[in-house]
């Protein structure tokens, strides 16, 4: 049984006869690529596109985001940096638990 599963692997039927071809160099990608390569959802897209941050299109039924559109987005991504947001809420929240503890 093994001899047979490594030939049917081997076999030129399975192997797949589409190029191998970078998203990068596609004119479209499915939605659901597309959020695969941003790591985010297709809802996520979806606000992108009504934004006017991202372009879709239609095809044979389907939506499809353009990819030029989508290396846009990646560009205009911000560095990450840490906020002080919820750090006033935070020092009250001390200051109470301290208020509170105090002889």
Sequence with gaps: MQVSAQRDAASPTTVSRRPNVSWRERAFLPLATAAEVLGLS???LYRFEAEGRLVFNRMAGRTLVNVNSLIGLIDSAEDWAP???????????????RERWAP
């Excluded at 906020?83 to 638990?97: N, P, Q, V």
């Design 83 to 97: 906020s002080d947001r919820g750090a006033a809420a935070r020092a009250k929240r001390s200051e109470r638990a």
């Design 42 to 44: 297709p809802a996520s």
